[in-house]
T-cell receptor, first 111, second 117 residues
Framework: AQRVTQPEKLLSVFKGAPVELKCNYSYSGSPELFWYVQYSRQRLQLLLRHISRESIKGFTADLNKGETSFHLKKPFAQEEDSAMYYCALVLGSGNTGKLIFGQGTTLQVKP | DADVTQTPRNRITKTGKRIMLECSQTKGHDRMYWYRQDPGLGLRLIYYSFDVKDINKGEISDGYSVSRQAQAKFSLSLESAIPNQTALYFC????????????????FGAGSRLTVL
């Protein structure tokens, strides 16, 4: 069965420190993965997706098929990065629109 | 104005009551979804609809029903609410008409917090 695991419920770092939010998935096919973010008092929104291979707000995420991981990284955390982050995997293949979400990780960036 | 609007934003009800959560969108998207968020469990898909005549169950549809009244409206009903349906409910939309995997990019509403006593 397809699954997404985010092992950390809370990640707390100091401003300027590197950040890595872990995401592991299980899927035998070719995965399509996303990171969504929910800032305080804002809606859940797309941060980035692996097929775009882009950097958004300084965050990057690389798909590692060997380790079945899609970790989210940022070299220098900012206080405004504090939020809840969800990793998501498309259920099945193609343009299904159905996502499986991980449990979420709260990132707390301390001044 | 918000692209995806959910009503009510907060609701407290009693066990056994019928509850309807409503979602409307102005994005012109064809696909709509209802997710449930529980602490430590992330978001789980309840129902989804690819158009007005196409409604499908998600992973946790038991105890819920939906209605797609129009392309822009998608309602979630709890026929007889129970306490373990206490959760934050999200409506989301996506557009299958965009190129690539656009249908996999979801736009979320602000959420409806439901408490069943």
């Amino acid at each position: 069965a397809q699954r997404v695991t985010q092992p950390e419920k809370l990640l707390s770092v100091f401003k300027g420190a590197p950040v890595e939010l872990k995401c592991n998935y299980s899927y035998s096919g070719s995965p399509e993965l996303f990171w969504y973010v929910q800032y305080s008092r804002q809606r859940l929104q797309l941060l980035l997706r692996h097929i775009s291979r882009e950097s958004i707000k300084g965050f990057t995420a690389d798909l590692n098929k060997g380790e079945t991981s899609f970790h989210l990284k940022k070299p220098f955390a900012q206080e405004e990065d504090s939020a809840m982050y969800y990793c998501a995997l498309v259920l099945g293949s193609g343009n299904t629109g159905k996502l499986i979400f991980g449990q979420g990780t709260t990132l707390q960036v301390k001044p | 104005d918000a692209d995806v609007t959910q009503t009510p934003r907060n609701r407290i009800t009693k066990t056994g009551k019928r509850i309807m959560l409503e979602c409307s969108q102005t994005k012109g998207h064809d696909r709509m979804y209802w997710y449930r968020q529980d602490p430590g469990l992330g978001l789980r898909l309840i129902y989804y609809s690819f158009d007005v005549k196409d409604i499908n169950k998600g992973e946790i549809s038991d105890g819920y029903s939906v209605s797609r009244q129009a392309q822009a409206k998608f309602s979630l009903s709890l026929e007889s609410a129970i306490p373990n349906q206490t959760a934050l409910y999200f409506c989301a939309t996506s557009d299958a008409g965009t190129g690539g995997s656009g249908a996999n990019v979801l736009t979320f509403g602000a959420g409806s917090r439901l408490t069943v006593l």
